[in-house]
């Protein structure tokens, strides 16, 4: 044990789980993996649970029992310090928050903690919305929304929501949520979906702004064909209990507020001296994606900041990103390790932009094919939605390998036969 590298990977999503997945079971490697949760979900469908219509306890994968399957160890913490001249990080322990923080060696560090939605310092948002990043916090949303809905249910009050952010996050959730409402009606409910208002508003003049504009139209009619209040071009300065307060001196009144606009590195890389930070705070890499200014440090996923040297495009903060990240980063420390140790260089990283999805409940989807997938191109409806839970799939026959990857999706559909398609307990 003591001539093998340590390798300390931090966040344990789409691109940490992966990485300590792929190298655990190398020879010349100890491998820690550190998450301030002791399960990993697959972050795309928070939203779901957040509605109720996925049941997290379905699709979470213990740390631990992953740990044991891989061979490699899992520490649980949240990182709170790094010092890169001792080479070591300090973790706050959930259970033992008393005591000293636990100090962890490492010869190569890799950090995929992620990324949060920026409030940009909107007095109130802190204090009085809901933020959809983790499965506590849509756990949380989702235990308000039955609360507000079993008096809805009870005595015929309206239940409004309002979400900002009109990005993937916020379309999303708002034709989850009306879809929920929809399912819920069915059990003994029929006019809920009359007592729902939903608003979703965007500062920018349209949604889905990382999309074509054809796509941002045709969103934008679906979700109000829907019911959903679309307000483009508005923008919030201020949240408070009854709702947001609007720029152009108007209100949007809400029981449910959700902020989900903009994207934010989480604030602990702030805290690591002499690293080179882009503007939303990601650690900035190059293209073998250690940090600039410290090769033992790595960094992956929505918490780097990554210019494609091919496009001269920031790579975005997606999943598709994370696991090519992590996909390219497995075999490439695998080679270094066997031939010069993890100081060797590394191969560089090229994004292959496999295009942009965006699934609406299961009212419609559309997507943009990157280059890379067929040579580009449009998809469409179910196709699309499809598209949408094939990064899943991937991601799962990455962690669990063919056979426990396909017994999960047999599963999963064993119990979207057998369960109802919205949460009622
Ligand atoms: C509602 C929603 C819908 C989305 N839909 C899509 C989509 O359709 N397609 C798409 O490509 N992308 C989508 N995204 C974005 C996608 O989820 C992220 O880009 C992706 O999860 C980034 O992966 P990651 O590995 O960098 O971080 P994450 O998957 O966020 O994982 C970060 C991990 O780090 C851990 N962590 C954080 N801080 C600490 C700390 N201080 N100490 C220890 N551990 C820590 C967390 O617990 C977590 O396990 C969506 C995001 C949201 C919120």
Same mark, same amino acid.
């Given at each position: 044990m003591a001539d093998r590298v340590r390798i300390v990977v931090v966040g344990g999503g789409v691109a940490g789980l992966e990485?300590?997945?792929?190298? &655990?079971?190398?020879?010349?490697?100890? *491998?820690? =993996?550190v998450d301030r949760g002791l399960s990993h979900v697959w972050k795309p469908?928070? !939203?779901?649970?957040?509605? @109720?219509? #996925?049941?997290?306890?379905?699709?979470?994968?213990?740390?631990?029992?992953?740990?044991?399957?891989?061979?490699?160890?899992?520490?649980?913490?949240?990182l709170t310090a790094v010092d890169r001249a001792a080479k070591t990080i300090s973790l706050v322990v959930e259970e033992a928050e008393s005591r000293p923080p636990l100090t962890l060696p490492y010869d190569l560090l890799v950090l995929a903690i992620g990324s949060r939605a920026n409030d940009f310092g909107t007095p109130g948002v802190e204090e009085h919305c809901s933020t959809i990043d983790d499965l506590p916090e849509a756990e949380d949303f989702h235990a308000a929304l039955r609360r507000h809905l079993l008096r809805s249910f009870r005595g015929g009050d309206e239940l409004s929501v309002a979400i900002v952010g009109g990005g993937a996050t916020g379309v999303e959730l708002a034709a989850e949520l009306k879809h929920a409402i929809d399912l819920l009606a069915r059990y003994g409910s029929p006019d809920? %979906?009359?007592?729902?208002?939903?608003?979703?508003?965007?500062?920018g003049p349209r949604l889905?702004?990382?999309?074509?504009?054809?796509?941002?139209?045709?969103?934008?009619?679906? =979700?109000?064909? /829907?019911?959903?209040?679309?307000?483009?071009?508005?923008?919030?300065?201020?949240?408070?209990?009854?709702?947001?307060?609007?720029?152009? @001196?108007?209100? *949007?009144?809400?029981?449910?507020?959700?902020?989900?606009?903009?994207?934010?590195?989480?604030? *602990?890389?702030?805290?690591?001296?002499?690293?080179?930070?882009?503007?939303?705070? &990601?650690?900035?890499v190059g293209s073998d994606l250690r940090t600039t200014r410290d090769p033992a440090i790595?960094?992956?996923?929505?918490?780097?900041?990554?210019?494609?040297?091919?496009?001269?495009?920031?790579? %975005?903060?997606? #999943?598709?990103?994370? !696991?090519?990240?992590?996909?390219?980063?497995?075999?490439?420390?695998?080679?270094?390790?066997?031939?010069?140790?993890?100081?060797?260089?590394?191969?560089?990283? !090229?994004?292959?932009?496999? &295009?942009?999805?965006?699934?609406l409940a299961d009212f419609n989807g559309w997507g943009t094919l990157g280059r890379y997938t067929f040579g580009g191109g449009r998809l469409n409806? =179910?196709?699309a939605r499809l598209a949408h839970d094939?990064?899943?799939?991937?991601?799962?026959?990455?962690?669990?390998? %063919?056979? /426990?990857?396909?017994?999960?999706?047999?599963?999963?559909?064993?119990?979207?036969? *057998?369960? %109802?398609?919205?949460? /009622?307990?």
């Open positions: 990485v300590a997945t792929g190298l &655990g079971r190398e020879s010349h490697a100890a *491998v820690t =993996l469908m928070l !939203h779901t649970f957040a509605a @109720g219509t #996925a049941r997290p306890d379905r699709q979470t994968v213990d740390f631990f029992a992953q740990a044991k399957r891989n061979g490699f160890h899992f520490q649980p913490g949240t809920l %979906p009359r007592r729902l208002r939903l608003s979703l508003i965007e500062s889905l702004p990382a999309f074509p504009e054809r796509v941002s139209a045709a969103a934008a009619k679906t =979700l109000a064909g /829907l019911g959903v209040e679309v307000m483009t071009g508005t923008m919030v300065t201020a949240a408070d209990e009854t709702g947001f307060a609007l720029k152009d @001196g108007g209100r *949007v009144e809400a029981t449910l507020k959700v902020w989900a606009a903009g994207v934010k590195a989480p604030d *602990v890389l702030s805290r690591i001296d002499g690293l080179e930070r882009a503007r939303t705070g &990601g650690l900035v790595l960094a992956l996923g929505d918490c780097a900041s990554l210019t494609d040297p091919a496009t001269a495009r920031p790579v %975005p903060a997606t #999943a598709q990103a994370a !696991h090519q990240q992590a996909q390219h980063l497995v075999p490439a420390l695998r080679r270094a390790l066997t031939e010069g140790g993890v100081a060797a260089t590394l191969p560089p990283f !090229h994004y292959r932009e496999r &295009g942009a999805i965006v699934s409806g =179910l196709f094939l990064l899943y799939r991937q991601h799962q026959l990455g962690l669990f390998g %063919p056979g /426990l990857a396909l017994a999960t999706w047999a599963a999963d559909e064993l119990d979207r036969r *057998v369960s %109802p398609p919205v949460r /009622l307990d």
